[in-house]
C-alpha cells in the first residue's frame, strides 16, 4: 500500500523560504500539494508527475515551485517570500484515487 509522509514544516520568518518534502514508500506517478491554512478549507498547491508535468496554483506561482527526486521517490515544494498567511498545515497526497490524508506537515510564518 501507498504510503506518503509529509516533513519539513518549521516557523519562519515573513520573507523566507521553505522545502517541504513528501516521501513515497513506492514511485506514485502524479501527487499533489495540499494546504489548510487557519479557517480555511484544504486547498490544492501544486502538482507532479514522473513524467515531469509541473503546475502550481495561479496565485501561487510566483513564490512556490514543486520537483521531484524519484530515485528517493520524494516530491518537494519550494516556498519563497513566505507570508503570514501562508501558514497552515501542508499535506501531501496522490492524484487521483488519494490515500487517506497523512498528518501534514505545519508551516507558521511569523510576521
Known amino acids: 500500500q501507498v504510503q506518503l509522509v509529509e516533513s519539513g514544516g518549521a516557523l519562519v520568518r515573513s520573507g523566507g523560504s ?3 518534502s513528501c516521501r ?9 500539494w495540499y494546504r489548510q491554512t ?5 486547498e490544492w498547491v501544486a ?25 528517493r521517490n520524494t516530491v518537494y515544494l519550494h516556498m519563497d517570500a513566505l507570508k503570514p498567511e501562508d501558514t497552515g498545515v501542508y499535506y501531501c497526497n496522490r492524484y487521483p484515487a488519494p490515500l487517506p490524508w497523512g498528518r501534514g ?6 510576521s
Request: zero cysteines; hydrophobic letters at 25%.
Open 18 to 20: 521553505l522545502t517541504l
Open 24 to 32: 513515497s514508500n513506492e514511485t506514485v506517478f502524479r501527487i499533489s
Open 38 to 42: 487557519p479557517g480555511q478549507e484544504r
Open 47 to 71: 502538482m507532479s508527475t514522473t513524467t515531469n508535468y509541473i503546475n502550481v496554483k495561479e496565485s501561487l506561482k510566483d513564490r512556490f515551485d514543486i520537483s521531484r527526486d524519484d530515485s
Open 105 to 110: 506537515t505545519p508551516v507558521t510564518v511569523s
